[in-house]
């Protein structure tokens, strides 16, 4: 009996031990006892729910009021409630006081203990190394700049000026705003920042007054909002005026917030509903992470403020990141959280300072599609007593535009006669004005070109008038520190766009390139032209020698063609010499033979194949010379048609070759001091090369030898002595190029950017100008002004690529030389023949003479002969004795 008594008590105490469940601890100070209470509630409902129980789980709660004072505040937590050991806190704030639970966080945050705020809404909760723990079911207060983000874009406004107090809040919602107005292209023209407790705001509001856009946004205190409104008031700028006040929660319950000021105001900041939500979120984390199997138990609970903590409880963050992650419909609406573990989706009412009361005219987020949007249900009365929205911006129709001489986009020459406006209208020219920084003195003139002629059909389009004058430094303008200074400034062009000292413009309408370090301080358009970097040379005239017909051979190929005709020529005449067929008797006389081939003959039949000219008589007459001939033939054949080629190729399609070949060019890469090259001085393409690594032995090259403007560069480069080569925008160097014969562009482009309109940072005028470009572009009119302005070749240079080049006099004059060499040679000859002829006429004559004279001379001894022999007869015959030998 006993036995089985022990038997049932074992089982017993097993089954107990199998259906204990794991309790969940939550503390909590509160603003009162009332709310304790509720939470108590909360808490016992919690455990009745099914899914609670079947996790073998059940919550707890010990909680008490919060006091004012947060030294005896965190003392109370450490005595009274991290002692029982809980494992999450709730933190509110002290009965009729405001002050956050600054204390409690960075207990919890010591320990690692999750902390959930339902009314803390201070920037400072949300920095993570301060408050490591911390989590809340409001928004912090730098979420206001969402909505205002919001409500700008639905508005269509899109430059601000924005207005703050110098204290955490009024940073952190500046910083917010700053990220979200990027991403939505919205610009801050002035950012106003004031002391917290300033008496008078007369002397900061100034800067509104000043500004362009007539969209302010406040960020302040009760108190500082209502002095600030009063003297807002005295400058026109509040009441009735055209500027539109979008106002944080605090300011907007001021008692002299303007009609028509725009506020906010939290939907469900009640302190119960927020409390229930964080016993939702607490419920049910824990039981996802028990059913899930992450957790099964919460082990090493801190139970002391007097014991030194190693690290953060483990359990503890484990818990604080699950309940960051998760996603729950509470009675506030959708809790979602950051990682910082503020509350996202808020649903804020948008508020409408009218007459006599402030209505509520829309709101802020949706708790059924959890967005953040703008949805209005009643019309805002704005500060000048309408509905319709105010344009945001006051933009004068009347701008300043500032320029500066730069061929071919604008050139300039002063009106001095009623002849030079004439000639201005001629030229499509707008009248300008020059003031001398030296001197004061301003001058009068016509600016034309590409730029003058774009910004006539920008004006039209966007409907504004202007007046132009040209740079007073005659710059574009650097980043740089001026005089003494230390402060870097704006130079030229570019400062009077970035400059607030009188001596300002609204556009800058030049060829103005589009780089990081000028868009950070102006605005620009769409670029209306799009380039890049080229580099700009004098061009090497090829020298046409008159041996330049002799180009396609080498001198090695025409000696061997010359040698090869003469041992061909020999060895035809000593082939047909020996050749028992290289004579033959004439058809007409079987009596006569032709001789063989002689050596003149042979050596014309050698020249006449090689130059293919017509061979009548004097050919190979044996079969092996003949062979020879035919050999010789192709031969000579295969020589003309490669000589002719090449001709084409040296002479025909021949182009004088650039110094360099581009920017990867070792004469470049690698400077020495005989090869200079140079940009100018504080521009976009010094900008360029400064920038780049790989470019920085270039840049420390030119940076000794830079010019003043391109004008001069280019003059040098013409020269050839002082500059070798010229990098600068492709758009000027191909109008010099096209423009002067003497000068050639060379490489590919680098560095491509493009040229825009500049405009002051937060310009309303900004997106237009950008419309009227595109529209422009789509319209052919940019084509049009490149053809007319840049695309400009001179008649007076040859014809250049793709056609080939002609053959002109110094191509071929070396031919002529020749020709004209045969001719002198010919007639210096032919007067050698006539002399030589003359010189044997004379001997033959003399010869003649001589043979004559020895002809008479043994004609008369022959008669002599004669006689005697007759004489000697006739005596015979009269028988006289014949006389003696000696005497005749």
Same mark, same amino acid.
Request: proline content about 3%; glycine content about 6%.
């Given at each position: ?30 603003? *009162?006892?009332?709310?304790? &209470?509720?939470?108590?509630?909360? =808490?016992?409902? !919690?455990?009745?729910?099914? $899914? ?21 505040? !965190? ?6 409630? /991290? ?79 924005? %207005? ?50 007539? /969209? ?13 409104? &009063? ?6 700028? !509040? ?28 939907? *469900? ?26 957790? #099964?138990?919460?082990? $090493? ?5 007097? #014991? ?19 996603? /729950? ?12 573990? $503020? ?30 949007? =703008? ?98 430094? &005659? ?64 061009? !090497? ?204 562009? %060379? ?38 002004? $490149? ?7 001179? #008649? ?14 110094? *191509? ?77």
């Amino acid at each position: 009996m006993s036995l089985m008594m022990v038997s049932k008590v074992l089982a017993l105490m097993l089954l107990t031990s199998h259906c204990q469940s794991e309790n969940i601890h939550i503390g909590a100070v509160l603003s *009162n006892m009332e709310v304790v &209470n509720h939470l108590k509630e909360f =808490v016992h409902e !919690a455990n009745s729910r099914l $899914d609670v129980k079947a996790a073998g789980l059940s919550f707890n709660v010990t909680a008490q009021p919060m006091d004012a004072n947060p030294i005896r505040s !965190a003392l109370s937590v450490c005595d009274d409630i /991290i002692t029982k050991r809980v494992h999450i806190m709730i933190a509110s704030h002290p009965f009729e006081h405001d002050v956050s639970p600054i204390s409690v966080s960075y207990t919890c945050g010591y320990y690692g203990m999750p902390l959930i705020g339902i009314s803390a809404r201070d920037s400072a909760f949300s920095d993570k190394n301060v408050h490591p723990t911390f989590m809340r079911t409001v928004p912090p207060y730098f979420n206001q700049a969402v909505v205002w983000v919001d409500l700008l874009t639905h508005f269509g406004w899109n430059q601000v000026i924005f %207005v703050h107090g110098m204290d955490e809040e009024g940073r952190a919602i500046l910083s917010r705003f700053q990220t979200l107005a990027e991403q939505r292209e919205i610009k801050i023209e002035k950012t106003v920042k004031f002391s917290i407790g300033t008496t008078n705001f007369t002397e900061l509001l100034q800067d509104v007054v000043e500004a362009q856009s007539r /969209i302010v946004l406040l960020s302040a205190g009760k108190e500082d909002a209502e002095v600030l409104f &009063n003297n807002a008031a005295e400058l026109r700028i !509040a009441y009735g005026s055209e500027y539109v006040w979008l106002v944080t929660e605090e300011a907007m319950k001021a008692y002299s917030t303007p009609v028509g000021a725009v506020g906010l105001e939290l939907i *469900n900041e009640d302190e119960e509903a927020n409390l229930e939500d964080s016993v939702k979120l607490i419920v049910d984390s824990v039981v996802e992470l028990f059913r899930s199997g992450n957790m #099964t138990a919460i082990k $090493d609970t801190p139970d002391s403020c007097s #014991t030194p903590m190693t690290s953060k409880w483990r359990d503890g963050m484990a818990l604080f990141e699950h309940m960051k992650s998760m996603t /729950i419909e509470g009675r506030t609406g959708m809790l979602q959280f950051t990682n910082e573990g $503020d509350r996202l989706n808020s649903i804020y009412y948008i508020q409408n300072k009218q007459q006599d009361r402030v209505q509520m005219v829309g709101y802020h987020g949706n708790k059924e599609s959890q967005g953040q949007m =703008v949805n209005l249900r009643n019309e805002i009365v704005w500060p000048n007593g309408e509905t319709d929205t105010p344009e945001g911006v006051q933009i004068s129709t009347h701008l300043q535009v500032v320029t500066i001489e730069s061929k071919p986009f604008v050139y300039r020459f002063p009106l001095l006669t009623e002849n030079d406006m004439n000639h201005c209208d001629k030229k499509k020219g707008v009248n300008c004005s020059f003031t001398n920084s030296t001197t004061g003195e301003t001058t009068f003139h016509c600016c034309y070109g590409y730029c003058m002629e774009m910004l006539k059909l920008i004006a039209g389009k966007v409907n504004f008038t202007y007046s132009v004058h040209l740079s007073a430094e &005659n710059i574009f303008g650097s980043f740089k520190r001026v005089g003494n200074g230390t402060k870097k400034e704006w130079t030229g062009m570019m400062g009077e766009l970035t400059r607030d000292d009188g001596v300002t413009s609204d556009l800058l309408v030049a060829p103005l390139t589009i780089n990081p370090e000028r868009a950070a301080a102006i605005d620009f358009s769409k670029p209306f032209k799009y380039q890049g970097l080229s580099i700009l040379v004098k061009k !090497a005239q090829k020298d046409s020698s008159l041996a330049s017909f002799l180009q396609p051979f080498t001198d090695t190929l025409w000696i061997l063609v010359a040698l090869s005709v003469h041992i061909v020529a020999l060895v035809l005449y000593l082939l047909d010499r020996f050749s028992p067929f290289g004579r033959f008797k004439l058809a007409k006389n079987d009596d006569t033979e032709e001789d063989a081939l002689n050596l003149s003959s042979a050596m014309w039949f050698a020249w006449g194949v090689l130059l293919n000219s017509g061979i009548g008589e004097g050919t190979p007459r044996s079969f092996s010379a003949r062979v020879l001939g035919m050999v010789w033939a192709g031969f000579a054949m295969i020589i003309v048609a490669s000589y002719t080629a090449n001709l084409a190729a040296f002479l025909v399609l021949d182009r004088p070759d650039a110094s360099i070949s581009g920017i990867d060019d070792s004469r470049l890469r690698n400077p020495n001091e005989n090869f200079r090259y140079a940009t100018v001085k504080d521009s976009a393409v010094e900008m360029y090369f400064k920038r780049q690594v790989e470019l920085s032995t270039m840049y420390r090259k030119m940076e000794e030898l830079n010019y003043a403007n391109a004008d001069d560069a280019i003059r040098d480069v013409k020269i050839g002595e002082k500059l070798q080569a010229f990098i600068w925008d492709s758009s000027r160097l191909e109008y010099e190029d096209l423009k002067d014969c003497d000068l050639v562009r %060379v490489g590919e482009l680098f560095g491509r950017s493009g040229l825009g309109v500049g405009l002051k940072k937060g310009s309303p005028w900004t997106h237009r100008v950008s419309l009227a470009i595109l529209g422009l572009h789509e319209g052919g009119d940019m084509e049009k002004l $490149d053809n007319e302005w840049i695309l400009v070749e001179s #008649t007076e240079c040859p014809e250049r690529a793709p056609t080939p080049a002609t053959l002109g006099l110094t *191509n071929m004059a070396g031919v002529f030389m020749m020709v004209a060499g045969g001719i002198v040679a010919g007639v210096f000859l032919i007067f050698v023949e006539i002399l030589y002829k003359r010189h044997r006429g004379l001997k033959e004559k003399e010869l003649e003479l001589a043979r004559n004279a020895a002809d008479r001379w043994r004609g008369n001894i022959a008669k002599r002969k004669q006689l005697r022999h007759s004489w000697a007869y006739l005596r015979s015959l009269r028988g006289e004795p014949s006389k003696d030998s000696s005497h005749p």
